[in-house]
């Protein structure tokens, strides 16, 4: 969101953020303010505490992550998220997960924000920004990054029903600062997409995403649904890569991908 974006949530929910800062602080006191000779700050503001949400659940990093930039304990960053998101939920607002940008060390994220060239600077794990090269995905990243976070918001929603459904409370994201999805919401849609587009095999695709085949099939199952509900434009490609490799050498080609030629492999 822009800055402006960013100000206008904070003012929406600086009233809810004072009001519970002010039951806390009577709660501690066990009943009305006294007079005193000074007043101890909190660590974050509550301006603080919405950016640092709104990066949370955008899963740009984890929990530990965020500790390791601000220097403050995981008691203090857990709390201020877990009372932020819940003022969010009253406030029916929802914040889009990003696509594909997910750091797991605090160097990462700290070099990307403040170079001067932030692709230079890729995540952890650099192959799968790399996936949504536009012969892959059959759109360019502007229309891929539109689509994903149109469905994304869709997807958590069938996910959270389902749950409810199963008479689950668990939300995600919330295990120990860390996501609980062994991939996120955006991959899960772009692998979704490259599978549809038959890119590649499935065992391929799970070796690009570093996670096992079944759970890239459960996380492909559950956002198939969500695609036709919408009739995305996937179409599928007039090439299929055999191995991991050969997908990734062909986006350092400087051209296209080969022709498909007598290859042929089975679903």
């Not at 007079?35 to 503001?45: E, Q, V």
């Not at 199963?166 to 991959?187: A, C, H, L």
């Not at 079944?214 to 969500?226: E, G, H, K, Y």
Request: charged share 20%.
């Amino acid at each position: 969101m822009s800055n402006d974006e960013l100000d206008a949530m904070r003012t929406r929910l600086s009233p809810a953020q004072e009001a519970r800062a002010e039951q806390c602080r009577f709660v501690l006191r066990g009943g009305r303010r006294v007079a005193t000779t000074g007043r101890s700050r909190a660590l974050l503001s509550g301006s603080d505490e919405v950016l640092i949400t709104v990066i949370y659940l955008r899963q740009v990093c984890p929990q530990k992550v965020l500790c390791d930039l601000l220097g403050i304990n995981p008691v203090t960053i857990s709390q201020a998220i877990k009372a932020t998101r819940q003022l969010m939920d009253e406030e029916k607002i929802s914040i889009t997960p990003t696509v594909v940008r997910s750091f797991t060390r605090a160097d990462d994220l700290r070099a990307w924000e403040t170079s001067t060239d932030p692709a230079a600077h890729t995540p952890a794990h650099p192959t799968l920004r790399a996936l949504t090269a536009p012969h892959l995905t059959g759109m360019n990243r502007d229309q891929l990054d539109s689509l994903l976070e149109k469905l994304i918001g869709p997807y958590a929603a069938a996910i959270e029903q389902r749950r409810h459904q199963r008479g689950s409370t668990r939300r995600p994201g919330t295990r120990g600062g860390v996501f609980r999805q062994k991939i996120t919401d955006g991959d899960r849609t772009l692998a979704t997409i490259l599978y549809q587009r038959r890119v590649c095999t499935l065992n391929v695709l799970a070796e690009l995403f570093n996670v096992s085949k079944s759970t890239l099939w459960n996380a492909i199952n559950d956002v198939m649904p969500v695609l036709d509900t919408h009739n995305a434009p996937i179409t599928p490609t007039d090439h299929r890569y055999l191995t991991a490799a050969d997908l990734l050498a062909s986006i350092q080609a400087p051209q296209g991908p080969p022709p498909l030629g007598n290859q042929h492999v089975d679903s």
